[in-house]
């Protein structure tokens, strides 16, 4: 109760997304993401139709940037070794956050490690997904969702909001996880959402089982 791979892209192709200067919609002053930098590493492994990632570049949300590019913010990664918590807000706010967009049946190719010289890698906590690839399976988040809850369980929900409200599904992605958002928002670190999480998860299995 709780709850066709895109393969036409060639490594010019990959350079080319990445490096293009990328003319950026100016975003108001009156909106919660107008402080925020919010970045993209582009490995082109995604069907361009259905890429969250590359819709929030095109519409002045998010940048992308080469892989070697600096930076010293929040890197959403699988290899990541920390959950994301509200503890990381000061590093959100002064150097920003960044998603890995490439395909999740594809990890094996990304260059992982000439991401680990910057940054702060964190691994997301449970969360269902709600993008119309994988409706309601666990973790496998698209950029959009993945970057919407860290900038929730980061005390940023109107900037969650914004993001999300630019795919028609994205209402039900807070549907399907509110409950859970506003779990982790309430953590002080990392230590206690992992255990919360798991408090969450188990009583949801008993739930299950009953």
Request: hydrophobic share 40%; with cysteine; net charge neutral.
């Amino acid at each position: 109760r709780r709850h066709a791979q895109y393969e036409g892209s060639s490594a010019q192709d990959v350079q080319a997304r990445n490096e293009e200067d990328l003319l950026c919609r100016p975003i108001g002053e009156s909106s919660p993401l107008e402080n925020l930098r919010l970045r993209l590493w582009d490995f082109a492994q995604c069907d361009p139709k259905r890429c969250t990632g590359l819709r929030l570049v095109k519409r002045g949300f998010v940048q992308s940037m080469p892989l070697k590019q600096p930076f010293r913010g929040i890197v959403l990664s699988p290899r990541g070794t920390m959950s994301v918590s509200p503890a990381d807000v000061t590093i959100l706010e002064q150097h920003g956050l960044s998603m890995i967009d490439c395909s999740w049946a594809r990890l094996g190719e990304i260059p992982f490690r000439q991401m680990q010289a910057g940054g702060h890698h964190r691994l997301l906590p449970f969360l269902v997904c709600a993008n119309t690839v994988n409706y309601g399976r666990p973790s496998k988040l698209s950029c959009a969702e993945a970057a919407a809850a860290t900038l929730y369980i980061c005390g940023k929900p109107n900037a969650a909001l914004a993001l999300l409200g630019e795919f028609s599904w994205g209402m039900e992605f807070m549907k399907l996880n509110q409950e859970l958002l506003d779990l982790y928002a309430s953590c002080e670190n990392a230590q206690e959402l992992v255990a919360k999480q798991n408090e969450w998860l188990a009583e949801a299995e008993k739930e299950q089982k009953d």
